[in-house]
């Protein structure tokens, strides 16, 4: 989910109108066949590990035709109409607003990566050297505002009310218990207020313009942290098919297949730390995630 959301471009409007329906009507037996091949719908669909990773499912005997999107909120949607079989653009805490929001059951059934969210300073080479009472900054839109201040959080810089969750907001900073003071501004800006602040949150998209690289990172999400499991990113399908062997399989050779993962990493700038978190335990993190929404809402 480190990639900038832009409008669907036109010619991908037009093939999905051409697929809508196909993709539910074929039997599990038929699925991966020439006649009907895998359509998995993706984001970047240019980018070269792509064809890497066909040409590793189709060595299997698996026929896969990767559907190319640029706009993240028509993947679900054409995933739950069957224009898709399986898609993969998006972490847990994506999908969980989606099946709240749509009244969908799409469902996760294997793990890609997750892109640490990292803590940047000009003036500082650790978290421990930022003075107490200096300010820091975060992301203002929701989920990034909550994952930043989680970051915080491990960080030992702020503390959270209730330790913290999906849905933190600076409101949730408990002042007399922080280290810091924090802001939010757009995510966009938070890189560029580095002269000005003791550090920031900087999502990937801006690391390469402001001439960082995800190693100046001073603090970021752990992996193994419980609270970033909401940040992984997945394969999603639907509730029907999360048993569905072809489509696991698909799984598999994406997570063990080198020249895929080394491609990733290329395109990721080296953020990317690559998981495979079984499915039973995605899926019950999605039913927190959406436990917590509706909670939240």
């Known amino acids: 989910m480190s990639r900038a959301i832009r409008a669907l471009a036109p010619l991908a409007a037009l093939s999905l109108l051409a697929l809508a329906g196909c993709a539910g009507q074929a039997s599990d037996a038929e699925l991966g066949t020439e006649e009907n091949p895998v359509r998995l719908g993706v984001v970047g669909a240019s980018d070269p590990y792509w064809d890497v990773y066909k040409e590793a499912v189709e060595a299997e005997g698996i026929a896969l035709e990767i559907v190319g999107f640029t706009e993240y909120p028509q993947l679900n949607p054409a995933l739950t109409e069957g224009e898709l079989h399986i898609n993969q653009f998006q972490h847990i805490q994506y999908l969980g607003d ?73 409101e949730d900073v408990i002042e007399a218990e922080s280290r810091v003071a924090v802001e ?3 995510a966009a800006l938070t890189v560029t207020s580095l002269p000005d602040v003791a550090a920031a949150i900087v999502n990937n998209d801006f690391l390469g313009n ?27 399908v639907r509730a029907d098919d999360v048993d569905n062997e072809v489509l696991n399989r698909l799984v598999e050779i994406y997570q063990s297949t080198p020249e895929v993962l080394e491609g990733v ?20 993190a999605l039913v927190t995630v959406e436990e917590d929404i509706r909670a939240n809402s």
């Open 98 to 170: 989606y099946n709240v929001s749509a009244g969908e059951d799409l469902q996760p059934i294997g793990a890609t990566a997750i892109y640490p969210l990292g803590l940047y300073s000009d003036k500082y080479d650790s978290v421990e050297d930022i003075p107490d009472g200096e300010t820091v900054v975060v992301p203002n839109d929701t989920v990034n505002q909550a994952r930043g201040l989680l970051v915080l959080q491990s960080a030992g810089l702020v503390a959270l009310e209730d330790g913290g969750s999906p849905f933190s907001t600076l």
């Open 210 to 236: 402001a001439g960082l690289d995800a190693t100046d990172a001073i603090a970021q999400d752990d992996p193994a942290d419980p609270s970033a499991l909401p940040y992984v990113n997945i394969f999603a």
């Open 265 to 284: 990493q290329d395109v990721s700038g080296g953020t990317a730390v690559f998981l495979t978190t079984p499915k039973s335990e995605l899926q019950a």
């Open 184 to 186: 939010a501004l757009d």
